[in-house]
Protein backbone atom coordinates (compact mmCIF):
# COMPACT_ATOMS: atom_id res chain seq x y z
CA UNK A 1 0.00 0.00 0.00
CA UNK A 2 2.80 2.30 0.17
CA UNK A 3 5.93 3.17 -1.79
CA UNK A 4 9.39 2.23 -1.20
CA UNK A 5 13.07 3.27 -1.02
CA UNK A 6 15.34 2.82 -3.29
CA UNK A 7 13.88 -1.05 -5.09
CA UNK A 8 15.41 -4.51 -5.53
CA UNK A 9 17.74 -5.37 -7.95
CA UNK A 10 17.54 -9.20 -7.79
CA UNK A 11 14.16 -9.99 -8.93
CA UNK A 12 13.76 -7.16 -11.83
CA UNK A 13 12.02 -7.41 -14.97
CA UNK A 14 8.64 -8.57 -16.34
CA UNK A 15 7.98 -11.99 -17.07
CA UNK A 16 10.56 -14.10 -15.86
CA UNK A 17 9.42 -16.92 -13.61
CA UNK A 18 12.15 -17.28 -11.06
CA UNK A 19 11.94 -20.54 -8.60
CA UNK A 20 12.51 -20.01 -5.18
CA UNK A 21 13.25 -21.95 -2.25
CA UNK A 22 10.03 -23.06 -0.38
CA UNK A 23 9.44 -21.19 3.86
CA UNK A 24 9.81 -24.42 5.91
CA UNK A 25 8.42 -24.45 9.50
CA UNK A 26 5.91 -23.13 11.72
CA UNK A 27 4.20 -19.76 11.13
CA UNK A 28 6.18 -17.07 13.44
CA UNK A 29 4.15 -15.41 16.00
CA UNK A 30 3.62 -12.18 16.19
CA UNK A 31 5.02 -9.65 18.47
CA UNK A 32 3.17 -7.38 20.99
CA UNK A 33 5.93 -4.53 21.17
CA UNK A 34 7.95 -5.39 18.45
CA UNK A 35 11.51 -7.25 17.95
CA UNK A 36 10.00 -11.08 17.88
CA UNK A 37 8.35 -10.34 21.60
CA UNK A 38 5.50 -12.94 22.29
CA UNK A 39 2.10 -12.72 22.07
CA UNK A 40 -1.11 -14.89 23.07
CA UNK A 41 -1.12 -17.37 20.34
CA UNK A 42 -3.20 -17.12 17.34
CA UNK A 43 -4.25 -20.23 15.68
CA UNK A 44 -3.32 -19.14 12.03
CA UNK A 45 -5.40 -20.45 9.26
CA UNK A 46 -5.54 -19.95 5.25
CA UNK A 47 -6.97 -16.91 4.47
CA UNK A 48 -10.14 -16.61 2.23
CA UNK A 49 -8.48 -13.52 0.82
CA UNK A 50 -5.50 -11.83 0.39
CA UNK A 51 -4.85 -8.27 -0.42
CA UNK A 52 -1.50 -7.23 -1.92
CA UNK A 53 0.42 -4.18 -1.89
CA UNK A 54 1.24 -2.90 -5.36
CA UNK A 55 4.11 -0.33 -4.90
CA UNK A 56 7.73 -2.25 -4.54
CA UNK A 57 5.38 -5.83 -3.55
CA UNK A 58 4.12 -6.37 -7.30
CA UNK A 59 5.44 -3.19 -9.35
CA UNK A 60 8.93 -1.50 -9.14
CA UNK A 61 9.25 1.86 -8.33
CA UNK A 62 12.74 2.00 -8.80
CA UNK A 63 11.93 2.46 -12.82
CA UNK A 64 11.60 6.09 -11.74
CA UNK A 65 15.02 6.40 -11.68
CA UNK A 66 15.42 6.62 -15.39
CA UNK A 67 12.98 9.23 -15.80
CA UNK A 68 14.82 12.04 -13.10
CA UNK A 69 17.87 11.39 -15.48
CA UNK A 70 16.06 12.10 -18.76
CA UNK A 71 15.08 15.31 -17.40
CA UNK A 72 18.82 15.76 -16.36
CA UNK A 73 18.60 15.43 -12.60
CA UNK A 74 20.52 12.83 -10.54
CA UNK A 75 19.36 9.69 -10.11
CA UNK A 76 19.72 9.89 -5.77
CA UNK A 77 16.87 12.27 -6.14
CA UNK A 78 14.17 9.50 -6.53
CA UNK A 79 15.04 8.51 -3.09
CA UNK A 80 14.01 11.94 -1.74
CA UNK A 81 11.22 12.46 -3.69
CA UNK A 82 9.70 9.22 -2.26
CA UNK A 83 10.70 9.93 1.50
CA UNK A 84 9.14 13.42 0.62
CA UNK A 85 6.04 12.11 -0.17
CA UNK A 86 5.91 9.21 2.35
CA UNK A 87 7.06 11.27 5.24
CA UNK A 88 4.55 14.20 4.24
CA UNK A 89 1.65 11.76 3.35
CA UNK A 90 2.11 10.35 7.07
CA UNK A 91 2.03 13.98 8.42
CA UNK A 92 -1.52 14.92 6.87
CA UNK A 93 -2.63 11.65 8.06
CA UNK A 94 -1.63 11.84 11.67
CA UNK A 95 -2.43 15.60 11.65
CA UNK A 96 -5.97 14.05 10.63
CA UNK A 97 -6.31 15.47 7.06
CA UNK A 98 -5.34 13.32 4.49
CA UNK A 99 -4.66 14.75 1.68
CA UNK A 100 -4.75 13.26 -2.17
CA UNK A 101 -1.32 11.72 -2.74
CA UNK A 102 -1.54 12.84 -5.75
CA UNK A 103 -1.19 16.60 -4.69
CA UNK A 104 1.65 15.14 -1.86
CA UNK A 105 3.68 13.03 -4.79
CA UNK A 106 3.87 16.48 -6.87
CA UNK A 107 4.47 18.78 -3.99
CA UNK A 108 7.46 16.14 -3.34
CA UNK A 109 8.56 16.05 -6.20
CA UNK A 110 9.11 19.94 -6.85
CA UNK A 111 10.87 19.46 -3.62
CA UNK A 112 13.32 16.67 -3.87
CA UNK A 113 14.71 18.43 -7.71
CA UNK A 114 14.79 21.80 -6.05
CA UNK A 115 11.91 23.90 -7.84
CA UNK A 116 13.96 23.50 -11.17
CA UNK A 117 12.27 21.53 -12.94
CA UNK A 118 9.41 22.76 -15.96
CA UNK A 119 5.73 21.58 -15.68
CA UNK A 120 6.55 19.58 -18.80
CA UNK A 121 9.51 17.74 -16.82
CA UNK A 122 7.29 16.77 -13.72
CA UNK A 123 4.92 15.90 -15.76
CA UNK A 124 7.27 12.76 -17.82
CA UNK A 125 8.06 12.51 -14.06
CA UNK A 126 4.86 11.45 -12.45
CA UNK A 127 3.66 9.76 -15.64
CA UNK A 128 6.22 7.30 -14.68
CA UNK A 129 3.65 5.91 -11.94
CA UNK A 130 1.43 4.65 -15.18
CA UNK A 131 4.60 2.84 -16.55
CA UNK A 132 6.18 0.83 -13.98
CA UNK A 133 7.43 -2.73 -14.41
CA UNK A 134 6.48 -5.64 -12.57
CA UNK A 135 9.00 -7.70 -10.09
CA UNK A 136 9.57 -10.87 -12.49
CA UNK A 137 7.78 -13.00 -9.24
CA UNK A 138 4.41 -10.96 -9.96
CA UNK A 139 2.77 -12.30 -12.12
CA UNK A 140 3.45 -16.33 -11.08
CA UNK A 141 2.56 -15.11 -7.54
CA UNK A 142 -0.88 -14.11 -8.56
CA UNK A 143 -1.37 -17.17 -10.53
CA UNK A 144 -1.17 -19.52 -7.87
CA UNK A 145 -3.34 -17.17 -5.85
CA UNK A 146 -5.82 -17.58 -8.94
CA UNK A 147 -5.37 -21.37 -8.88
CA UNK A 148 -6.00 -21.90 -5.41
CA UNK A 149 -9.33 -19.83 -5.93
CA UNK A 150 -8.78 -17.66 -2.52
CA UNK A 151 -9.68 -13.93 -3.99
CA UNK A 152 -6.90 -10.56 -4.01
CA UNK A 153 -7.21 -7.18 -4.12
CA UNK A 154 -4.65 -5.08 -5.06
CA UNK A 155 -4.51 -1.89 -2.13
CA UNK A 156 -2.46 0.91 -2.92
CA UNK A 157 -1.51 4.44 -2.28
CA UNK A 158 -3.53 7.05 -4.20
CA UNK A 159 -6.06 6.80 -6.53
CA UNK A 160 -8.39 3.74 -7.52
CA UNK A 161 -7.72 5.05 -11.44
CA UNK A 162 -4.14 5.70 -10.71
CA UNK A 163 -2.99 2.03 -9.60
CA UNK A 164 -6.06 0.10 -12.05
CA UNK A 165 -3.89 2.28 -14.77
CA UNK A 166 -0.62 0.81 -13.30
CA UNK A 167 -1.41 -2.84 -13.47
CA UNK A 168 -3.04 -2.80 -16.24
CA UNK A 169 -0.15 -1.66 -18.39
CA UNK A 170 1.74 -5.29 -17.00
CA UNK A 171 -1.55 -7.13 -17.67
CA UNK A 172 -1.55 -8.14 -13.21
CA UNK A 173 -5.08 -6.54 -13.46
CA UNK A 174 -6.85 -9.70 -14.62
CA UNK A 175 -5.57 -11.80 -11.70
CA UNK A 176 -7.05 -9.73 -9.01
CA UNK A 177 -10.98 -8.95 -8.04
CA UNK A 178 -10.23 -5.22 -8.36
CA UNK A 179 -7.98 -2.33 -6.41
CA UNK A 180 -8.83 -0.66 -3.36
CA UNK A 181 -7.03 2.74 -3.20
CA UNK A 182 -5.88 5.26 0.12
CA UNK A 183 -7.83 8.25 -1.50
CA UNK A 184 -11.22 6.18 -1.10
CA UNK A 185 -10.56 5.44 1.88
CA UNK A 186 -9.72 8.81 3.67
CA UNK A 187 -6.96 6.90 5.81
CA UNK A 188 -3.35 5.58 5.62
CA UNK A 189 -1.60 2.49 6.46
CA UNK A 190 0.09 1.86 8.35
CA UNK A 191 -2.77 2.72 10.62
CA UNK A 192 -4.53 0.15 12.10
CA UNK A 193 -8.06 1.88 10.39
CA UNK A 194 -7.19 2.09 6.79
CA UNK A 195 -6.67 -1.69 7.12
CA UNK A 196 -10.02 -2.37 8.36
CA UNK A 197 -12.16 0.11 5.89
CA UNK A 198 -9.72 -1.97 3.19
CA UNK A 199 -11.09 -4.75 4.21
CA UNK A 200 -14.63 -3.73 4.52
CA UNK A 201 -14.34 -1.69 0.73
CA UNK A 202 -13.54 -5.22 -0.41
CA UNK A 203 -16.32 -6.81 1.79
CA UNK A 204 -13.92 -9.62 3.33
CA UNK A 205 -13.58 -10.08 6.92
CA UNK A 206 -9.54 -9.07 8.78
CA UNK A 207 -9.23 -11.93 10.68
CA UNK A 208 -10.19 -14.25 7.79
CA UNK A 209 -7.57 -11.94 5.58
CA UNK A 210 -4.09 -11.43 5.09
CA UNK A 211 -2.04 -8.51 3.49
CA UNK A 212 1.12 -9.24 1.80
CA UNK A 213 3.69 -6.73 1.46
CA UNK A 214 7.49 -6.10 0.76
CA UNK A 215 7.55 -3.50 2.78
CA UNK A 216 7.58 -4.51 7.08
CA UNK A 217 5.74 -1.49 8.50
CA UNK A 218 2.66 -2.14 6.38
CA UNK A 219 3.12 -5.70 7.42
CA UNK A 220 3.17 -4.60 11.43
CA UNK A 221 -0.05 -2.43 10.78
CA UNK A 222 -1.85 -4.98 9.09
CA UNK A 223 -1.05 -7.25 12.17
CA UNK A 224 -2.15 -5.02 14.49
CA UNK A 225 -5.55 -4.47 12.53
CA UNK A 226 -5.97 -8.04 12.71
CA UNK A 227 -4.89 -9.08 9.99
CA UNK A 228 -2.39 -12.54 8.80
CA UNK A 229 0.56 -10.44 8.42
CA UNK A 230 2.72 -11.75 5.20
CA UNK A 231 6.27 -10.43 4.50
CA UNK A 232 7.99 -10.63 1.08
CA UNK A 233 11.75 -10.55 1.69
CA UNK A 234 13.47 -10.53 -1.46
CA UNK A 235 17.20 -9.88 -1.72
CA UNK A 236 18.34 -11.75 0.98
CA UNK A 237 16.62 -8.95 3.40
CA UNK A 238 15.74 -9.34 6.71
CA UNK A 239 12.89 -8.74 8.54
CA UNK A 240 13.57 -5.56 10.72
CA UNK A 241 13.98 -6.24 14.02
CA UNK A 242 11.78 -3.27 15.18
CA UNK A 243 8.66 -4.30 13.80
CA UNK A 244 6.32 -7.59 14.78
CA UNK A 245 7.29 -10.86 13.59
CA UNK A 246 5.36 -11.58 10.48
CA UNK A 247 3.26 -14.79 10.45
CA UNK A 248 4.54 -16.19 7.56
CA UNK A 249 7.37 -14.76 5.13
CA UNK A 250 9.23 -15.85 1.96
CA UNK A 251 11.94 -15.01 -0.43
CA UNK A 252 10.18 -14.02 -3.30
CA UNK A 253 6.54 -13.43 -3.41
CA UNK A 254 5.85 -16.34 -4.33
CA UNK A 255 7.25 -18.40 -1.56
CA UNK A 256 5.29 -15.91 0.19
CA UNK A 257 1.76 -16.59 -1.19
CA UNK A 258 2.84 -20.42 -0.99
CA UNK A 259 3.31 -19.62 2.76
CA UNK A 260 -0.30 -18.54 3.35
CA UNK A 261 -1.45 -21.36 1.38
CA UNK A 262 0.26 -23.80 3.03
CA UNK A 263 -1.94 -22.79 6.56
CA UNK A 264 -3.79 -25.29 7.61
CA UNK A 265 -7.96 -24.51 6.32
Known sequence: MALGHGGHGGQGGHGGRPEA???????????????????APRRLRRPRAVLVDVYDTVLRTDALRRRFVDVGRPEHEYELFLAHALR????????????????????ALRSATGHTLSRDALAHIREGFTALPAFADAEPALTVLARSRVPAWAVAQGSGDLTSNALDATGLRTFLRGTVASDDLGALPPAPEAYRLACAAARVDPEATAFVSA?????????????????????GEGAPASIDLPHVSGTSLVTTIEALLDLPA
Open 215 to 235: HGYLVHGAMRAGLVGALVLRD
Open 21 to 39: PRTTGAPRTAGRGGRGEPV
Open 88 to 107: DAMGFALAGTPTEFARVLAD
